[in-house]
């Protein structure tokens, strides 16, 4: 009943930036945790970030704390990533989900029930 759609990716240079956006419809983000992921050709997909839609609570997988900031508008059912200082690491397909388990905050992949398509991104040396 929920769907995702990522936009805002693209290519940049290191040291550049990137917004993403992940925008909902059939629900709201009220009541839902939302994560990003990402997955790079041949690896596994891994955790980047998540927020709590009701308090606005972040956490961040270590590669990208500092640099990567999660937010939200409840209002408008949409999630943004703020890249800043990207690297050719950060190269990947990124995804936002929702796990409407929202007492769980996971940061795996499995726990989130909701998936948008992602939205690639790409780091230049």
């Known amino acids: 009943q929920v769907q995702l759609v990522e936009s805002g990716g693209g290519l940049v240079q290191a040291g550049g930036s990137l917004r993403l956006s992940c925008s909902a419809s059939?629900?709201?983000?009220?009541?839902?945790?939302v994560g990003w992921f990402r997955q790079a050709p041949g690896k596994e997909r891994e955790f980047v970030s998540r927020?709590?839609?009701?308090?606005?609570?972040?956490s961040y997988a270590d590669s990208v704390k500092g640099r990567f900031t999660t937010s939200r508008d409840n209002a408008k059912n949409t999630v943004f990533l703020q890249m800043n200082n990207l690297r050719p690491e950060d190269t990947a397909v990124y995804y936002c989900?929702?796990?409407?388990?929202?007492?769980?905050?996971?940061?795996?992949?499995?726990?989130?029930?909701?998936w948008g398509q992602g939205t690639q991104v790409t780091v230049s040396s």
């Open positions: 989900a929702v796990d409407s388990l929202i007492w769980r905050w996971s940061e795996i992949s499995a726990d989130y029930d909701y």
């Open positions: 059939g629900r709201t983000f009220s009541n839902y945790a």
């Open positions: 927020i709590r839609s009701i308090d606005g609570r972040t």
